[in-house]
């Protein structure tokens, strides 16, 4: 009966023995630093320390980020927005410059809350990879902050996220959410929009933070050296990772100033697709093409890709960034504000009457 009874518990004993042997895991172990995104964090708050203003109540590092809307605003509406750089990444990744995507990634959300009259009051962004590189993420993020300087909005939160296996060795992801506030009584949605409104364009830095599927497929194909001189002095890893423009300190002076009926962030879908999103039903904007220069890497893209003018003014914002509509009688006032605040604004185009059935919202010239 004894060897019986030992036997029955011999199970028991060996699965005690296995655990005890089990080597013991961490974190790190499994692919995620903590220390490293610690260490993150305290390269960025000195970042984010320069873009503090009014309204800031919290500093980085708590779990949410706190915002006093400011008491200036009488009937204050909030305006968000979202949005990433898209394939550009992946210019980024093969060229290892990080620093200047994170001023794409703000732009392409406070332009887009710019356009409905607001003002940007904070900004949150999310870094995601599959294992940190602390000095990558932190170009990453000087850019950013650098981007919210220029919008005069402030980095006040976002998050790091290392996820082993998601994302192959060097690349990441980014998203960014901007956050503004506008008098209600002051929000610009087109609806103002007549026959005889003025058209005013302010120029790109060059494709901005769209088309790069189409921009990659046709360097892909042509093969150019990318460290040749370019337009310039500029080479062309410059020109085509040149970052967006942020409009908001010139078009916030402007709309302080007078009257403006429309604007519109061109992004994807281009003229095309962008200019007839603050269009009323009863009108359409005619675009003279000859009214400004069109970037040299455009003429590239067009040339080595084959593409259609139509594909082009589809796709590529074709150096343009921000349409402008104003009243005829502003357009001079409204070209010496901008001008006076360091935007190259030309006159690009008219708003027209559309007829009953005419599809086209957008009509090019010249």
Not at 54 to 64: K, R, S, T, Y
Not at 233 to 260: C, H, K
Request: charged share 20%.
């Amino acid at each position: 009966m004894a060897h019986s009874t030992t036997a029955l518990h011999l199970p028991a004993l060996l699965g005690i023995l296995s655990f005890m042997t089990i080597e013991s895991l961490s974190y790190r172990d499994a692919g995620v630093d903590i220390d490293a995104g610690d260490q993150l964090v305290e390269r960025i708050k000195p970042l984010a320390g320069k873009t503090l203003r009014e309204g800031v109540l919290g500093g980085i590092g708590g779990f949410g980020a706190l915002f006093e809307v400011p008491r200036r605003y009488r009937e204050p509406v909030l305006v968000s927005g979202t949005d990433g750089v898209g394939t550009k990444l992946k210019l980024a990744f093969e060229l290892q410059r990080h620093d200047t995507i994170g001023i794409d990634l703000v732009a392409m959300s406070v332009n887009d809350i710019l356009v409905q009259g607001a003002e940007p009051l904070f900004f949150l962004d999310y870094f995601a990879c599959g294992k940190l590189d602390v000095e990558t993420a932190t170009d990453v993020v000087k850019g950013i902050a650098k981007g919210c300087e220029l919008a005069g909005c402030a980095l006040i939160g976002g998050e790091t996220a290392e996820m082993p296996g998601m994302y192959p060795a060097g690349e990441y992801d980014l998203a960014g959410f901007a956050v503004g506030v506008v008098e209600k009584a002051a929000i610009i949605d087109g609806s103002t929009i007549i026959p005889g409104d003025v058209l005013l364009g302010l120029p790109s830095s060059g494709a901005h933070s769209n088309g790069y599927s189409l921009l990659r497929k046709i360097i892909s194909r042509a093969q150019p050296d990318l460290t040749q001189a370019f337009d310039g002095e500029t080479t062309f890893a410059e020109a085509i990772l040149a970052p967006t423009r942020i409009y908001v300190q010139a078009l916030r002076a402007l709309m302080q100033a007078l009257p403006v009926k429309g604007l519109a962030h061109i992004t994807g879908g281009g003229l095309t697709g962008n200019v007839p999103r603050i269009l009323p039903p009863a009108v359409k904007a005619e675009i003279a093409q000859a009214a400004w220069s069109r970037p040299k890497l455009f003429d590239w893209l067009q040339r080595e890709g084959g593409v259609a003018d139509s594909e082009m003014h589809r796709v590529f914002n074709c150096g343009i960034g921000m349409v402008v509509v104003v009243a005829r009688e502003d357009v001079q006032q409204a070209l010496q504000i901008l001008h006076a605040a360091g935007e190259a604004a030309v006159v690009i185009g008219a708003i027209k009457p559309r007829a009953a059935g005419e599809a086209a919202t957008v009509v090019y010239s010249g």
